[in-house]
């Protein structure tokens, strides 16, 4: 009869290694999830600030009227200055709420829902390098992983809202 032990000292140098490898990751794994979280929480949100103060943002002298153009004359859709509130929104309020893990999936999926919609209207060319499409179609899978995932061990969720995960 051998045991774990027995195997993990049989085991070779190389397996051993990714074994404790494994072990460490899986440790970590909540917190780097987390920090995943916060990192795609302050990325969205240096998007959402300049539209608030009314602030230049890149190329963009007025992110706001930018994404008022976007929503109106690219994706022919009305109401595009009450749109681009609820975006800057979004990227303000909703960036901090899923940097905190408060109301994740929901606020995650809004963000997915904008990442298509910002993918949307980059096309059809789908430029990959003048553009950048790459990025919001990067954010709009790591949205939806959050979305699937919840908030995390180290989330508001968790202590707000224990039914959540």
């Known amino acids: 009869m051998t045991t774990d032990a027995t195997n993990r000292e049989s085991a070779p140098p190389m397996l051993a290694s990714f074994s404790a490898w494994r072990r460490i990751c899986q440790h970590c794994e909540p917190a780097l999830y987390a920090l995943l979280r916060v990192a795609f ?3 969205l949100f240096t998007h959402g600030l300049p539209k608030v103060l009314g602030e230049s943002h890149g190329s963009m002298a007025n992110p706001m009227a930018g994404s008022i153009n976007l929503i109106q004359n690219v994706m022919g859709l009305p109401f595009a200055p009450q749109l681009a509130f609820l975006v800057m929104l979004l990227e303000t309020v ?4 899923l ?3 408060l109301l994740t999936r929901p ?3 809004l963000f997915a829902l904008e990442m298509v919609g910002i993918s949307y209207a980059l096309g059809p060319t789908w ?3 003048d553009r950048g499409i790459e990025f919001p179609v990067l954010m709009a899978f790591l949205a939806l992983y959050m979305v699937a995932r919840g908030g995390g061990a180290y989330a508001l ?4 809202l224990p039914h959540r995960k």
């Open 41 to 43: 929480g302050i990325v």
């Open 99 to 101: 940097a905190l893990g």
């Open 107 to 109: 606020v995650a999926l």
């Open 94 to 97: 909703g960036a901090i709420m």
């Open 127 to 129: 430029p990959w390098i």
């Open 157 to 160: 969720d968790r202590r707000f």
